[in-house]
């Protein structure tokens, strides 16, 4: 997620870094929707799956993988777990042998829960890495963060109309983002998870959630009939929970960084550090947005 500011409300990202940020930002949106117009779901599996695979080489070191063959490894055991996601799923049937319900929600409910118990983590940090700061379970919790979310995108595009619910997911998180970044830069007082994040804010927070009813509302009012059994408290529901999700996303990585000594997973976004460091808000958001989607009957 963009940096906010710091709880005095100084700005902390130089003018030239906000450029670089802006500049790789508009380079990965554009990219991201192309490849949700005009590519199939079995190839955006493929291309998700890779991002995913970077994810995870960034991920290893966090766990304490630092030999390469255990990076290597890592990764392997990451992009497997993906395609086994794939094959149980049945993501490559088409629109009319698509997915089941009863495929997809268990794993979409078993990625929200872990991030349940993410969100007990960073409330209760530092006390509570002395429960997972061991490698097996920072490698665990990478898979945990990394396939759901996977798996939820491939869900996400599957739906019909093709790529919306996947674009309106992203659209919800960079709401949330730039509205907490703005917010929390202007009004930024109270420090909302001061031993994970110092640099966001409660007034930050709410000022995302703000931003982000706004757009459902103002979204709502232009669904199309097939949507009429949505009233707008259903969908400002899903909405929130989904950009609340996106915060925690971002905690929860940034935990385990910290806990690692390290303020980037990376380096390969020029401005925006690795992989994971964009990643970070949209793993936490994907699973809860499409699980939401389910139980809303969307």
Same mark, same amino acid.
């Given at each position: 997620m963009v940096a906010e500011a710091s709880p005095t409300g100084s700005l902390q990202t130089a003018p030239s870094m906000l450029k670089q940020r802006?500049?790789?930002?508009?380079?990965?949106?554009?990219?991201?929707?192309? $490849?949700v117009y005009w590519l199939s779901i079995p190839i955006l599996a493929f291309l998700?799956?890779?991002? #995913?695979?970077?994810?995870?080489?960034?991920?290893?070191?966090?766990?304490?993988?630092?030999?390469?063959?255990?990076?290597?490894?890592?990764?392997?055991? #990451?992009?497997?777990g993906a395609f086994m996601l794939y094959r149980y799923a049945e993501f490559g049937g088409g629109v009319a042998l698509g997915p089941e319900r009863e495929r997809v929600q268990p794993i979409l409910g078993a990625g929200c829960f872990w991030w349940c118990l993410a969100l007990l983590g960073v409330r209760s940090y530092p006390?509570?890495? $002395?429960?997972?700061?061991?490698?097996?379970?920072?490698?665990?919790? =990478?898979?945990? /963060?990394l396939l759901p979310a996977w798996f939820a995108a491939i869900y996400l595009l599957w739906l019909e109309p093709r790529g919306v619910f996947m674009i309106a997911m992203v659209l919800i998180v960079a709401t949330a983002d730039i509205g907490a970044y703005f917010t929390g830069r202007a009004f930024g007082r109270h420090a909302l998870a001061p031993k994970v994040s110092p640099g966001k804010t409660w007034?930050?927070?709410?000022?995302?959630?703000?931003? /982000?009813?706004?757009?459902?509302?103002?979204?709502?009012?232009?669904?199309?009939p097939r949507f009429d059994?949505?009233?707008?408290?259903?969908?400002?529901?899903?909405?929130? /929970?989904?950009?609340?999700?996106?915060?925690? =996303?971002?905690?929860?990585?940034?935990?385990? &960084?910290? /806990?690692?000594?390290? &303020?980037?997973?990376?380096?390969?976004?020029?401005?925006? =550090? =690795?992989?994971?460091?964009?990643?970070?808000s949209l793993c936490a958001a994907a699973p809860t947005f499409a699980l939401s989607l389910l139980l809303a009957n969307f």
């Open positions: 802006v500049f790789t930002a508009v380079l990965m949106a554009a990219a991201f929707l192309l $490849g998700f799956a890779l991002v #995913i695979a970077l994810g995870a080489w960034e991920w290893a070191p966090l766990a304490g993988l630092n030999h390469p063959f255990s990076r290597v490894m890592y990764l392997a055991a #990451i992009v497997f006390g509570s890495a $002395g429960l997972w700061n061991t490698l097996v379970l920072r490698a665990c919790m =990478g898979a945990l /963060v007034e930050g927070l709410w000022g995302g959630v703000f931003c /982000v009813a706004l757009l459902c509302t103002a979204v709502w009012s232009f669904l199309p059994h949505l009233s707008l408290g259903v969908v400002l529901l899903v909405a929130l /929970v989904t950009g609340l999700a996106s915060v925690l =996303g971002d905690l929860t990585v940034s935990m385990v &960084k910290r /806990v690692g000594g390290v &303020k980037d997973s990376g380096s390969l976004l020029p401005g925006h =550090g =690795g992989i994971l460091d964009r990643l970070d």
